[in-house]
Structures are given as C-alpha cells and as structure tokens.
C-alpha cells in the first residue's frame, strides 16, 4: 500500500513537472513585436576581440560591440562613408587623413581620441598571430593631434577606406585594453578579457560569450553615435542546422535567421521576410595549368571546351533565390563588374576541343564535400558539371573530400581540376586581385606570371590606379581580361538569404559583417 | 565448540576487491594511454593541413601569421615529440587548445560533456522505465497480440534514422502544436544558472531558479524523447528475451507458490534475475547515448559533446579530437567499471568468484 502511494506521488509529480515545463514551452508569435532580438546562425566564432577575429559571426559581434573609422551605409558597399571620422586623400592615393567625431565616447564614458586610434591599428600589425594581421600590411599609422590620424602606404592604395570598415580593425578603448594586456606587439595578452567585457563605442556591449551557444548583448548605455536601438537585449544563438533555423523562425522562437538556403526560403510561411541577393562569393571551376598537373587542363583550349560547354542557366538552378551567374571573378555588386557572363555555345566547345587534342581521357574533378556555400552544396553542383560535359565528349571521375583535405591540395597547386570559391575580406575589388597570374589564386591553378604577362599589367593597373573612374576601367579590364584567357570559369555567386519575423524591419546585407544588428528596427 | 572470532571487514591493501580495483585501474590508465596513441595517430594520418584549415584562406596565405601559428600549437614539432609533449601536459591536467575554438579543451569539455550528458541522462531514465515495461508485458503476454505489438513498436523504435525522427518530431511538437520549446538548452529570454554541476536543471534547482528549471526540463523533453525511442526498442528487446529466460525458473515459480503478488514477483524475483543481461545493454547504450548523439545534438542546437567532437573533426583540431576521444574512453571505461561492480550487487554469484 505505502509502495502503491509513493509510485503514485511520484507519477503525479513526473506528470506535473512535465505539464509545467511544457507550459513553458509556449512559443510567442512571429508577428507580435519582440522586446528583444534572437539571430540563429550557424557559428563562426572563436574571439570576442576584434582585432584577432577574422570570421562572419565574429564579424556580425564585433559590429554591434566596436565601431571603425569607416563604414558602408546599408548594403551599398560601393563607397565608404564616415564612420568614427572622416577622411581625405592625396592625389596619389598614398595618404589618408582621417579627422575624429570630437563628441564620441567609448562605453565607460571616455572619449574616443587619436591615441586610440593609432594603438588599435598598430596593435593588429604587431599581432603576428592574428587571422586579421595582413589587413595592416604596408600601412604605416601616425598621430597628427587628438583628434587626426594620418595612414600612408607606399604605393597608391585606393582599397585602404574600405580596409578601414572592416570590423577587424575597430577602435578599442585603448586605456581599459592596455591594463587589460593589451600592446601593440605579439606579447598582447587582451584576448582573454575582450572575451567578456567590451572595449568600444558601438551601440551595444557583451553581456557574455560563449563559443558553443550563444552571445549575449545588451544596450551600451554611453553610446552617442548615430543608430536608434530598438532592442536592449540580442541574443545571437548557436543552430547549425538551417532546417533548425527555419523552424525556430517560423515557430517564433528566434526573429532572424541567417543561413537559409535559396530551396528553404521559397517554402517560408507568409509572415516571415526574406532579403535576399547575391553575395559576395564567388563558386568557380579550375583548370590547372601547370603540363606536369595535367596535360589536358594546362591545354587553353580545353579550358575553352569546358568554359563554353556548360550551361550556366541549369547550374544556376541548383543555388536558388538570390544567386546569380557569376558574370567574371568580380561579383556583381563590386567596382569592375562585368554585366554579362559567358553563354553556352557547344559549337565553339567542340571546336576547341577538338584543337585541344583531347581523346576521351578520364579527368578527375575534385571539390569539398561538405562545406556548402551560400547554400549551394558542391555534390550535386559537380554531378550537373559532370553531366553537362559528358554531354560535350568530356568524362568526368568525380572526386570529393572534406574540405580540411581538399584545401591543402588546392592552395598548394596540386589540383588539376577541382570546384572552389572565393570571397572577399573587405569591400573592395582588389580583393579579387589574387586571381591573375603569379598571383595567389593565379599560382593555385599552376598560372605563373610568365605564362600571361597581360593579366599580371591589367592587375597592376587596378592596384595602382588613383582615381575612381580609372579604377572601375582597369577592374573592369582586369576581370575581362581573365574572362578570355584565364584558367578560371567562374559559375555561380550564390545568394544571400536574410530571414526575419514579420515585425522586424532594417535587414540589409553586408559581404563582410552579413547584417549590421544595430540597423534591425521592431515594428 | 567453535570459538567465534569476528574479524572485522576492512579493505586493506591484500583485500582482493582493492586487489581488483587496482588492477582496473592499471588496465583503465593503459587503455586510456592507448586511446591517445590511436587517435594522435589516426587524426596525423589524416590528408590534410591543420594550420590552413584553421587559418582560413586569407590568413594562411600571411607567411608570418603561419609561422607564428605553427610555433604557438608546437606544430612544427616531429609527431613523436608533439605526442609526448600532449601526454606530459595531459599528466599536469592540460588537455592543450583547441586549434579551432582557440580555448582550452579542458574548458570546451566542462562546457560539453555536462549538456550532453543532461539529455543522456534524461534518455536511459526514459528508456530504462518504458523498455522494462514493454519487455516484461510482451514477456508475460508472450505470443499474444499484445507481445506482436510491442515488438513491432521496439522494431519501429530501432528502425527510424534518428535525424528524421529529430526534425519531424521538432516540427510536429514545436511548430505544428506549440507544446514544445524552441532549440537549445534554455529559451533566450533565460541566463543560465549558475553553474555547479553543468546540468542546468540540477542547476537551476540549487539555485532556487524554479522558472529556468522548468524551462530546462521542457527543453530536454524532444531530444530526450528522439534519442531514447532507439534505446527503448533496443531495451525492450532485451529485457523480452531475459525475463522469458527467468519466467519458468522454480525460483520464480516458488515465489507464486509462496502467494506473493504478482508484482513482487516481477520485482523480486523475474526482473532481478534478468538484470544482468539487461544491466550490461544499458551501460553500452548509456555509452553510446553520450558519445554519439551528434545529429540528435545539431537539429536541436544542443551544444553537447556530439557537437564539439564533430566541429573538431571537421577543423582538423588535433586537440579537441583527442579531448574528445579521452572523454569517451574515460565515459565507456567507467560505465564498464560501474556495471562490473553492479554485477556483484546484483549476484552474489559474481561477488564470489
């Protein structure tokens, strides 16, 4: 009897502790306007200072917490705008003076002046082991007063105003970083403590950090800049899997969802919002040219066979809302874009096969297997390749592995044919540079400076222009150029898929920081 | 006539149980050692360069930030020497950085293994409770409709790829009829507890934070649910076939002899006498629920060990690999450890010989 009554209150109080945890359950609705802000995102942080990271999610926190001298407003990264300053150049494009905002302060209150500037720059060039170090390199950094910092290269460097948006090279409260560890060689020791506190202006501070989960930020009460924030709290969580995030959204559990793919974003509810467009990536096909690599794929004419026997339009199938086709290896939203891509022509592709001496030798494509990018998986990309040249006398073996093996093989050369993409560091078109040859894109596909002599000028010419009108013509020349001789067939620039409820507003793409939080309004 | 010295029971050092459990601690430690040996050398032989996947493309191209990446990890190291340097800090209680959460793994681990093993935990409860159940009716209604049923159900259970399981169940119980939370451990609008244990319910309670533990529970109801179905049809199987065993034992049929009722005697006698082999399948599936649940962990935004072992392996993090591997070889030798020593609590049998 007294065993039956304590089975009983024990049942009775399973049942209730599950009723009560299910009532907490309750998910809110989508429509109803948050308090605060949940984003899903697939994690990629590993930092919570700005100056060592070098990765989206870090890049989407260190824009919430830290400000930099410049920005871009909105999804329009063509031009820099002010940011803590503003700026002006030299005629050559060697210097840079940058002029504070007198009134900015940092979140403790103090203001923002030269000093901070100069030890947050020159600390990311003394931090050798930084991801984020190369951004200085070949910038010199100098005081003029207070409030003016002068930034001056040796040789013409239009990109350096969009360097100085990238979220890597914030201004940090130099005073709390310096007694915090901070210095401006490789001994800094401030990581730990920019793991929990903030150290700048941005609207909001850390609250906490945790890598696996979830970052935690809240409202900086000091901040004096220009954006209105509407939530006081943004949790940024953790959820790799995309179907998790299209769930967690439509069931109103979270507000944004990031990494939506172009087939997940069609089949959303009505009151989800999807902002969608290309990104900054760029999925391409090398052929390399080195003869001891292979004889064929070294052969131009068979790059031209491959180039001219694809369709693009069903390649593009496969990435879905907002990609487009990429056009050269500048993607569309950047300076010296080209405006039309290369059209399947079979007739052409059998002529310079033909001519490539090419007798229906197995070729092996290699790819990563799994890392996906802007939704679009590589597997079925490489099947559809493989299909459509197959169809063009061309017999593919397809080879994939993780990407931890492939990637070893393809920045070190040794690939002969393989998938791979490209994506920019900072808003600018020399980031696309690397692709010409000798250069480090250029040499992956075994492309020396000696075999094209013409892309290594048209590269130069782009680097070194002074003017915005030159640079657009040589970008645009540069990408051409590459377009008609190079050993790349540049395929898809997949989308980008921003998924917000219905009652937030202010989405707007970034290649680099994905979304600026602080823009998102409640309606 | 016999005098009757009562020698007092201690275990000294010439007992024979501290005899047996040195002896399996000796065999544990040069276990664990040979789980670091296989897997530093399965992760090495692995095609790949750990710093470029680290790096990223950008940074790995910088020839100094290389330099200095591969001098920080002691990566440029011969493997022998990086071997042992990792065992020699490994005895100092250093599990080295992770190359990919640059963290100590030691850190990354408190962090993991307790999330992982709160939902594990919650699963064999689970399917400690409803396999028994299910094994001993289809046991006792053997050949009847009613143990047709149950082994179809187990067989369902065993069947269902857990992923889809994962997902659809999300769907259906978050989405469809909102009587589930949304992923992860807790909702957003909640701060973890203070932690003590890493298992937020437990945590919560100390705390007195009754909301975040009930917000915890209901967060652990799916995972839970998806990952002792499995185990349930596995049990079920099990516990059907051991008390069949038992069920026509004269033990058995002394004690409904003796009029006990029927549930001392399933209790007392059938279900006593089937534990062993009932009590060795669920130590291998509580070892298995925490050290395999990575799909169950990824749909539901679990940041347990299933997590971090696959991030690891991904990014080539040495460290964190071998975390890893010594965590579940620690997990699997314990639970081994834990059920030889309930053998014996079990059947005397055992404890004597």
């Given at each position: 009897m007294r065993n039956n009554t304590r089975v009983a209150v024990l049942a009775l109080g399973l049942v209730a502790t599950v009723t009560l945890a299910g009532c907490s359950a309750g998910a809110s609705s989508s429509g109803d306007a948050p308090s605060s802000l949940v984003i899903d995102t697939a994690f990629t942080l590993e930092t919570g200072d700005p100056g060592r990271n070098y990765v989206p999610t870090g890049y989407m926190v260190s824009k919430a917490v830290y400000e930099t001298l410049l920005d871009f407003a909105g999804s329009d990264e063509s031009t820099p705008v002010p940011g803590l300053a503003t700026f002006e150049q030299n005629a050559d494009a060697t210097?840079?003076?940058?002029?504070?905002?007198?009134?900015?302060?940092?979140?403790?209150?103090?203001?923002?002046?030269?000093?901070?500037?100069?030890?947050?720059?020159?600390?990311?060039?003394?931090?050798?082991?930084?991801?984020?170090?190369?951004?200085?390199?070949?910038?010199?950094?100098?005081?003029?007063?207070?409030?003016?910092?002068e930034l001056t290269t040796e040789t013409p460097s239009l990109k350096l105003p969009a360097l100085m948006t990238n979220p890597s090279l914030a201004i940090l409260n130099s005073e709390v970083v310096i007694a915090n560890g901070g210095t401006t060689d490789d001994t800094d020791a401030a990581e730990e403590f920019l793991n929990s506190e903030s150290a700048g202006s941005g609207p909001y501070v850390i609250d906490s950090l945790d890598f696996a989960s979830q970052v935690v930020l809240t409202e900086n009460s000091e901040y004096n800049g220009d954006e209105e924030i509407d939530f006081g709290r943004v949790?940024?969580?953790?959820?790799?899997?995309?179907?998790?995030?299209?769930?967690?959204?439509?069931?109103?559990?979270?507000?944004?969802?990031?990494?939506?793919?172009?087939?997940?974003?069609?089949?959303?509810?009505?009151?989800?919002?999807?902002?969608?467009?290309?990104?900054a990536q760029t999925i391409f096909l090398l052929l390399n040219q080195n003869p001891e690599i292979s004889e064929f794929t070294s052969n131009p004419d068979f790059v031209d066979a491959v180039r001219y026997a694809l369709d693009y339009d069903?390649?593009?199938?496969?990435?879905?809302?907002?990609?487009?086709?990429?056009?050269?290896?500048?993607?569309?939203?950047?300076?010296?874009?080209?405006?039309?891509?290369?059209?399947?022509?079979?007739?052409?592709s059998a002529t310079a096969l033909a001519a490539s001496g090419y007798d229906g030798e197995t070729i092996t494509l290699e790819y990563p297997n799994d890392y996906p990018v802007g939704?679009?998986?590589?597997?079925?990309?490489?099947?559809?390749?493989?299909?459509?040249?197959?169809?063009?006398?061309?017999?593919?073996?397809?080879a994939p592995a993780p990407f931890t093996t492939q990637i070893d093989e393809y920045v070190n050369g040794r690939e002969a044919f393989s998938i791979w993409f490209w994506g920019p560091d900072y808003a600018d078109s020399a980031n696309f540079l690397p692709f010409a040859a000798g250069d480090k894109v250029g040499l992956r596909a075994g492309w020396t400076a000696e075999m094209s002599p013409e892309t290594v000028a048209l590269s130069a010419a782009a680097a070194n222009a002074t003017s915005v009108d030159e640079r657009e013509a040589a970008f645009a020349a540069f990408a051409q150029g590459l377009q008609d001789s190079g050993p790349f067939v540049p395929l898809i620039v997949p989308g980008s898929n921003i998924a917000t409820a219905s009652s937030i507003t202010g989405v707007s793409y970034n290649s680099t920081w994905t979304m600026d939080i602080a823009e998102l309004r409640a309606k | 006539m016999a005098s009757s010295t009562t020698v007092p029971r201690r275990y000294s050092a010439r007992s024979p149980l501290v005899g047996y459990l040195l002896r399996r601690l000796g065999t544990s430690i040069l276990l664990l050692i040979g789980v670091t040996v296989v897997t530093f050398a399965l992760t090495n032989l692995v095609p790949g360069n750990p710093v470029a996947a680290a790096l990223g493309e950008g940074a790995a191209s910088n020839p100094a930030t290389v330099a200095a990446y591969v001098e920080k990890y002691g990566l440029d190291q011969p493997l022998p020497l990086q071997y042992l340097t990792y065992v020699g800090n490994l005895f100092q209680g250093d599990m080295g950085t992770s190359l990919h959460t640059r963290q100590p793994v030691a850190d990354d681990l408190l962090k993991a293994v307790p999330a992982t093993v709160e939902v594990a935990l919650g699963a064999i409860i689970v399917s400690l409770a409803v396999g028994t159940a299910l094994g001993s009716l289809a046991a006792y209604r053997r050949g009847k409709i009613t143990d047709q049923v149950v082994r179809v159900v187990s067989l369902i259970g065993l069947s269902i790829p857990t992923f889809w399981l994962a997902l659809t169940s999300f769907y259906i119980f978050f989405l469809q009829l909102r009587i589930a939370p949304g992923s992860g451990r807790l909702s957003p609008i909640y701060t973890p507890p203070p932690t003590v244990t890493g298992l937020y319910t437990v945590d919560a309670l100390l705390a007195g934070q009754w909301d975040i533990f009930f917000d915890a529970m209901a967060h652990l109801m799916l995972?839970?649910?998806?990952?002792?179905?499995?185990?349930?049809?596995?049990?079920?199987?099990?516990?059907?076939t051991s008390v069949l065993e038992v069920l026509d034992a004269d033990y058995v049929r002394a004690g409904r002899a003796?009029?006990?009722?029927?549930?001392?005697?399933?209790?007392?006698?059938?279900?006593?006498?089937?534990?062993?082999?009932?009590?060795?399948?669920?130590?291998?599936?509580?070892?298995?629920?925490?050290?395999?649940?990575?799909?169950?962990?990824?749909?539901?935004?679990?940041?347990?060990?299933?997590?971090?072992?696959?991030?690891?392996?991904?990014?080539?993090?040495?460290?964190?690999?071998?975390?890893?591997?010594?965590?579940?070889?620690?997990?699997?030798?314990?639970?081994?450890?834990?059920?030889?020593?309930?053998?014996?609590?079990?059947?005397?049998?055992?404890?004597?010989?």
């Open positions: 210097v840079f003076t940058f002029t504070l905002d007198a009134d900015r302060v940092f979140s403790d209150g103090s203001p923002i002046t030269a000093d901070d500037v100069v030890f947050s720059l020159e600390r990311v060039k003394g931090m050798v082991e930084s991801k984020a170090n190369f951004l200085m390199s070949g910038i010199e950094v100098a005081k003029i007063d207070d409030l003016t910092v949790v940024i969580r953790s959820v790799s899997e995309s179907a998790t995030q299209k769930l967690n959204l439509e069931g109103g559990d979270s507000n944004v969802a990031v990494d939506l793919s172009g087939d997940q974003v069609a089949d959303l509810s009505d009151d989800v919002t999807v902002t969608s467009g290309p990104s069903g390649l593009l199938e496969l990435a879905g809302a907002g990609s487009e086709q990429a056009t050269g290896v500048i993607p569309p939203s950047f300076l010296g874009a080209l405006t039309d891509g290369v059209e399947q022509d079979l007739d052409a939704g679009v998986s590589f597997t079925p990309l490489a099947e559809r390749i493989q299909s459509q040249l197959d169809a063009a006398g061309i017999t593919l073996e397809l | 995972p839970v649910f998806v990952l002792s179905l499995f185990t349930i049809g596995l049990l079920t199987r099990f516990v059907r003796k009029g006990l009722s029927g549930s001392r005697v399933l209790f007392g006698y059938v279900l006593r006498g089937a534990s062993l082999p009932i009590l060795t399948i669920v130590g291998l599936a509580f070892g298995s629920l925490l050290s395999g649940t990575v799909l169950v962990e990824a749909v539901f935004a679990w940041p347990g060990l299933g997590t971090y072992a696959y991030e690891s392996a991904t990014s080539l993090d040495l460290p964190g690999i071998m975390g890893v591997g010594l965590v579940v070889g620690v997990i699997y030798l314990g639970i081994n450890f834990i059920v030889d020593m309930l053998y014996g609590v079990l059947d005397p049998r055992v404890r004597l010989a």
